[in-house]
């Protein structure tokens, strides 16, 4: 049985999210403060968090982006009654797996949940099946399949899943070009094929961490016109 984390201000909506989650047959807690759900997110184990933007304690974003800060490998869906895009995107690039916008119907919400959980094991089984590379080796840069670790220089390079994710698609395959529209495919799954400046954001981040000069990047190349690709001469 899935357990079910909702941290939602709105009690009314609480209570019938509650009552249909309980019926589709999974375990369901629920916080209407954001520091409380939170502190509950992290010191719990929960298959899925149901998340508001606007919340009392501590807002949306914030408790997506400190989980993901903790390297917590719980997957988020954003339930936000904004429907700006700039608002989706922030989600995203703050580590959320997935977003509904208020209004929404309980059919949708379910059938969101469903393919989320199918895109989780999905991903897992890929990864069980990669996990015979155990290491991609890239000069000075080494990622550990197995244990999920990146090093730069024997030095462990914190990364979020999402930034591992990335990472690993294009150093699996040097030289090869992706474009921003196949990594969302890849990384984030094919709902999000909107959302190019996403790409973009967390390829800066990684730069960030794994390249010397991120303005003159040795590993994560721009193809200019067509996306990314890993140095092939690593």
């Not at 954003?78 to 580590?95: K, N």
């Not at 209004?103 to 099946?129: C, G, H, T, V």
């Not at 399949?145 to 024997?154: A, D, E, I």
Request: glycine share 6%.
């Amino acid at each position: 049985m899935k357990r079910i984390l909702v941290i939602e201000d709105d009690k009314e909506l609480t209570e019938l999210l509650c009552f249909y989650l309980k019926d589709e047959g999974y375990e369901v807690e629920s916080e209407y403060a954001g520091d409380l759900g939170f502190r509950r997110a992290i010191e719990e184990t929960f298959d899925l968090l149901l998340l508001d933007i606007s919340l009392p304690g501590k807002n949306g974003f914030d408790i997506c982006r400190e989980i993901r800060g903790q390297e917590l490998c719980l997957p988020i869906m954003m339930l936000t009654a904004r429907t700006e895009e700039v608002d989706r995107i922030l989600g995203l690039e703050f580590g959320a797996d997935d977003y509904i916008s208020k209004p929404f119907s309980i059919r949708e919400l379910m059938a969101r949940i469903k393919a989320l959980f199918r895109r989780i094991k999905l991903s897992a089984q890929i990864l069980l099946q990669e996990e015979s590379e155990a290491l991609i080796d890239r000069g000075s840069l080494k990622i550990d399949c197995q244990k999920r670790k990146v090093l730069l220089r024997n030095q462990v390079v914190n990364l979020t899943p999402t930034e591992y994710r990335l990472l690993k698609t294009l150093a699996s395959h040097p030289g090869r070009n992706y474009t921003k529209e196949k990594l969302l495919q890849i990384v984030w799954g094919h709902e999000f094929h909107g959302f190019k400046h996403t790409v973009s954001s967390h390829i800066n981040r990684l730069r960030s961490k794994i390249e010397e000069d991120p303005h003159e990047p040795n590993y994560i190349l721009t193809s200019w016109g067509m996306g990314y690709n890993f140095n092939e001469n690593w």
